[in-house]
């Protein structure tokens, strides 16, 4: 009865995701799909006898970091010859013409943007998701594949009992677009295109975070020995019905006027698709016609690539301009005449830094190459130096920041110019703000950019601390905010008091202190007077804490203005020191010991093993050495560790000895859980 309500469930499950992810025509709200799920996801629980890899639970991923193991390609996994000229396309006409001496028919397909993917399926159940890798073989990514909801995990319909299928696995604009504005705000580097994205998504060892980068996945080529047809495109048809993603883009073409207008049409439309796409790819449809003509070393015979010119534009380049950042680095904007690019209207470009505008030799009035990196961050690629007539000064990088006055400052090893008066510095102390209540850091809602710029420019807030000052009656009186938006953001900030100690040192917006850093920091001081007293010493002593954090987190506490800052906030009630939970969770079994750990796990991640290190007393360190205590050995040990940890007698633990020196086996999960 039990079992049957299960597989009920999860044949139900599996219907809406094909409905939502594939068709796009949901027959059920979200709302009641997360029901089932959680009612299917009790029953699991209760029952783990009927567990099942494929089950539509096992989306959300795993923390669990396993290293990707090498699988050698039933089928090698060739690239395709590329050309970029309809002259080209018409010479592989001729050329497949001649092969064949027989008629034949070509499918155009997009070619989608992204990073190459082959799954295996047997009697219906996704077996192994491979990487294209060198062709021969590639890394097993399955654990993360199995995350994409658009990719099914059991099929339905009649399917072969065993077969291979290619795509690509792809970032929608939307969520790339979306990651970046997150990144950005964070001050990280942006990725330059959703197939760099997606690619490196794809390789995290976490599978739950690539789970929340929603990727998606489109399918294109059958391999197998008993498929539906010896038709290309009847195959696709087929593969569609058992529920995977087949683009809508396909044309079976008899002649080369029906696959020149398919260029034409989708060199312009594909601009308003969800997801990128470089070029065409066209192939023999008939599999018999594509064995007789065969492969050469390095790529098929019967398929080629067109790719789309990366469309570019000259301008002018009227004037530079500077930004600045939550941490006070300086981004120089070109501002030019605007021009039309990839279905767009460009005003301005990214300059990045100093260097850049060096080896560009950039003058004001200059005539400049225009393109978009991935068709969406606008950059200046070279000057036309051959229309210098007329034209103004050189572009030198300002050496005062635009905003405050301030000297700017670079840091050896750094491409960037930071301005150092972060404390007076308009851009940065709404930036900060802007940080302080994100959802990482102090998760407050209400106070968006624009509410922060609004609040900043009538005097309520000067700093982080103010926010906690708030008061409704000046909330109210203010355009653009009523009684509603005033009681949530005084709900937000009383909420936001129970906000963890390592979040709160994240939240204070140290520069170079990210949220991993600013955890390891808590872990390490456990109270804020801890850690505002810290040495240089004591700093770089933390793992993974080195000379650039350890002198950042000395500058910031030696500011008056900030240490004023953090005592406010203490009597606000923020939480300035680690829970009574996490700090009964340490223990001193560890102490002393400096501990390498390598290989990958079963039973834990490797951050997770990392914090159970530091919370028992023991140091993590990177390189074996002879002061090492012992290596945390998993799996695949890296060799060069291995030979080294031989040679200086260095003994090797696996994860069950040393989870029983920790006696991790005694405290219960809820307390394990609050460390990570």
């Given at each position: 009865?039990?079992?049957?309500?299960?597989?009920?469930?999860?044949?139900?499950?599996e219907q809406?995701?094909?409905?939502?992810?594939?068709?796009?025509a949901?027959?059920?709200?979200d709302?009641?799909?997360?029901?089932?799920?959680?009612q299917?996801?009790?029953?699991?629980?209760?029952?783990?006898?009927?567990?099942d890899?494929?089950?539509?639970?096992?989306?959300?991923?795993?923390?669990?970091?396993?290293?990707?193991?090498?699988?050698?390609?039933?089928?090698?996994?060739?690239?395709?010859?590329?050309?970029?000229?309809?002259?080209?396309?018409?010479?592989?006409?001729?050329?497949?013409r001649?092969?064949?001496?027989?008629?034949?028919?070509?499918?155009?397909?997009?070619?989608y943007?992204?990073?190459?993917?082959?799954?295996?399926?047997?009697?219906?159940?996704?077996?192994?998701?491979?990487?294209?890798?060198?062709?021969?073989?590639?890394?097993?990514?399955?654990?993360?594949?199995k995350?994409?909801?658009?990719?099914?995990?059991?099929?339905?319909?009649?399917?072969p009992?065993k077969?291979?299928?290619?795509?690509?696995?792809?970032?929608?604009?939307?969520?790339?677009?979306?990651?970046n504005?997150?990144?950005?705000?964070?001050?990280?580097?942006?990725?330059a295109?959703p197939?760099?994205?997606?690619?490196?998504?794809?390789?995290?060892?976490?599978?739950?975070?690539?789970?929340?980068r929603?990727?998606d996945?489109?399918?294109?080529?059958?391999?197998?020995?008993?498929?539906?047809?010896?038709?290309?495109?009847?195959?696709?048809?087929?593969?569609?019905?058992?529920?995977?993603?087949v683009?809508?883009?396909?044309?079976?073409?008899?002649?080369?006027?029906e696959?020149?207008?398919?260029?034409?049409?989708?060199?312009?439309?594909?601009?308003?698709?969800?997801v990128?796409?470089?070029?065409?790819?066209?192939?023999v449809?008939?599999?018999t016609?594509?064995?007789?003509?065969?492969?050469?070393?390095?790529?098929?015979?019967?398929?080629?690539?067109?790719?789309?010119?990366?469309?570019?534009?000259?301008?002018?380049?009227?004037?530079?301009?500077?930004?600045?950042?939550?941490?006070?680095?300086v981004t120089?904007?070109?501002?030019?005449?605007?021009?039309?690019l990839?279905?767009?209207t460009?005003?301005?470009?990214?300059?990045h830094?100093?260097?850049?505008?060096?080896?560009?030799?950039?003058?004001?009035?200059?005539?400049?190459?225009v393109?978009?990196?991935?068709?969406i961050?606008?950059?200046?690629?070279?000057?036309?130096?051959?229309?210098?007539?007329?034209?103004?000064?050189?572009?030198?990088?300002?050496?005062?920041?635009?905003?405050?006055?301030?000297?700017?400052?670079?840091?050896?090893?750094?491409?960037?110019?930071?301005?150092?008066?972060?404390?007076?510095?308009?851009?940065?102390i709404?930036?900060?703000?802007?940080?302080?209540?994100?959802?990482?850091?102090?998760?407050?809602?209400?106070?968006?950019?624009?509410?922060?710029?609004?609040?900043?420019?009538?005097?309520?807030?000067?700093?982080?601390?103010?926010?906690?000052?708030?008061?409704?009656?000046?909330?109210?009186?203010?355009?653009?905010?009523?009684?509603?938006?005033?009681?949530?953001?005084?709900?937000?900030?009383?909420?936001?008091?129970?906000?963890?100690?390592?979040?709160?040192?994240?939240?204070?917006?140290?520069?170079?202190?990210?949220?991993?850093?600013?955890?390891?920091?808590?872990?390490?001081?456990?109270?804020?007077?801890?850690?505002?007293?810290?040495?240089?010493?004591?700093?770089?002593?933390?793992?993974?804490?080195?000379?650039?954090?350890?002198?950042?987190?000395?500058?910031?506490?030696?500011?008056?203005?900030?240490?004023?800052?953090?005592?406010?906030?203490?009597?606000?009630?923020?939480?300035?020191?680690?829970?009574?939970?996490?700090?009964?969770?340490?223990?001193?079994?560890?102490?002393?010991?400096?501990?390498?750990?390598?290989?990958?796990?079963?039973?834990?991640?490797?951050?997770?093993?990392?914090?159970?290190?530091?919370?028992?007393?023991?140091?993590?360190?990177?390189s074996?050495?002879?002061?090492t205590?012992?290596?945390?050995?998993?799996?695949n040990?890296?060799?060069e560790?291995?030979?080294?940890?031989?040679?200086?007698?260095?003994?090797?633990?696996?994860?069950?000895?040393?989870?029983?020196?920790?006696?991790?086996?005694t405290?219960?999960?809820?307390?394990?859980?609050?460390?990570?």
């Amino acid at each position: 009865m039990i079992k049957s309500q299960i597989e009920s469930l999860r044949r139900e499950l599996e219907q809406h995701n094909y409905n939502y992810y594939v068709l796009s025509a949901p027959t059920i709200s979200d709302f009641d799909f997360d029901a089932k799920l959680r009612q299917l996801q009790e029953l699991e629980t209760q029952h783990p006898e009927f567990f099942d890899p494929n089950s539509p639970t096992q989306r959300v991923g795993s923390d669990i970091a396993n290293g990707f193991e090498q699988v050698a390609h039933v089928y090698p996994m060739l690239s395709l010859g590329n050309t970029y000229s309809e002259g080209e396309v018409q010479d592989f006409y001729e050329r497949v013409r001649k092969g064949l001496n027989e008629e034949f028919e070509l499918v155009c397909e997009l070619k989608y943007d992204g990073t190459s993917i082959s799954l295996t399926y047997e009697n219906g159940e996704l077996i192994r998701a491979v990487t294209r890798g060198d062709g021969e073989k590639g890394d097993d990514v399955t654990a993360n594949v199995k995350t994409i909801r658009s990719i099914p995990l059991r099929l339905h319909g009649n399917f072969p009992p065993k077969f291979e299928i290619r795509g690509e696995i792809l970032m929608p604009w939307s969520v790339f677009d979306e990651l970046n504005v997150e990144r950005e705000a964070q001050e990280e580097q942006l990725f330059a295109n959703p197939r760099n994205a997606a690619s490196g998504t794809l390789k995290l060892q976490n599978s739950s975070v690539v789970a929340s980068r929603k990727l998606d996945g489109y399918f294109y080529y059958l391999l197998g020995e008993s498929l539906p047809s010896d038709l290309h495109s009847e195959n696709l048809k087929a593969a569609h019905s058992w529920g995977f993603k087949v683009s809508d883009a396909t044309k079976v073409c008899r002649n080369l006027e029906e696959v020149s207008a398919f260029i034409n049409f989708w060199d312009v439309e594909r601009k308003n698709l969800p997801v990128a796409t470089d070029g065409i790819v066209l192939k023999v449809n008939s599999l018999t016609q594509q064995k007789n003509l065969g492969f050469t070393a390095k790529s098929p015979r019967w398929a080629i690539a067109y790719k789309f010119q990366a469309e570019k534009a000259v301008t002018r380049l009227n004037s530079v301009s500077y930004q600045v950042g939550r941490t006070g680095a300086v981004t120089p904007v070109a501002n030019l005449d605007p021009v039309q690019l990839s279905g767009t209207t460009v005003k301005r470009a990214s300059l990045h830094n100093a260097d850049i505008i060096e080896a560009l030799d950039l003058h004001i009035g200059d005539m400049v190459f225009v393109e978009k990196g991935g068709e969406i961050i606008p950059k200046i690629t070279a000057v036309d130096k051959d229309a210098r007539l007329l034209i103004g000064d050189k572009v030198q990088f300002i050496k005062a920041c635009p905003e405050c006055g301030a000297a700017l400052t670079r840091y050896e090893g750094e491409a960037a110019h930071y301005c150092p008066n972060e404390n007076a510095c308009p851009p940065q102390i709404k930036g900060k703000m802007e940080h302080f209540v994100s959802r990482k850091a102090m998760n407050i809602d209400g106070l968006g950019a624009e509410t922060i710029n609004l609040l900043y420019q009538n005097e309520l807030l000067h700093n982080i601390a103010d926010i906690y000052s708030l008061k409704i009656p000046d909330l109210i009186r203010l355009e653009r905010l009523g009684t509603k938006s005033a009681y949530n953001i005084q709900a937000g900030c009383e909420k936001s008091k129970e906000v963890p100690f390592e979040r709160v040192v994240f939240a204070l917006g140290i520069r170079f202190v990210g949220e991993t850093i600013a955890k390891k920091l808590a872990f390490a001081f456990k109270t804020i007077e801890s850690l505002e007293n810290a040495t240089f010493d004591e700093l770089i002593a933390v793992d993974e804490i080195g000379e650039r954090i350890a002198q950042s987190v000395v500058q910031y506490f030696a500011d008056a203005a900030n240490i004023e800052t953090v005592n406010r906030l203490r009597e606000y009630g923020l939480q300035m020191s680690l829970s009574e939970e996490k700090l009964q969770a340490r223990g001193e079994s560890l102490a002393g010991l400096s501990i390498v750990i390598s290989g990958t796990f079963s039973r834990h991640s490797r951050d997770e093993y990392k914090t159970m290190i530091e919370m028992n007393g023991g140091k993590n360190v990177g390189s074996v050495s002879a002061k090492t205590s012992f290596i945390l050995a998993g799996d695949n040990m890296g060799p060069e560790k291995l030979k080294k940890a031989e040679k200086l007698g260095v003994k090797l633990v696996d994860e069950n000895t040393f989870l029983s020196m920790i006696d991790v086996e005694t405290k219960s999960e809820t307390q394990m859980g609050l460390l990570f």
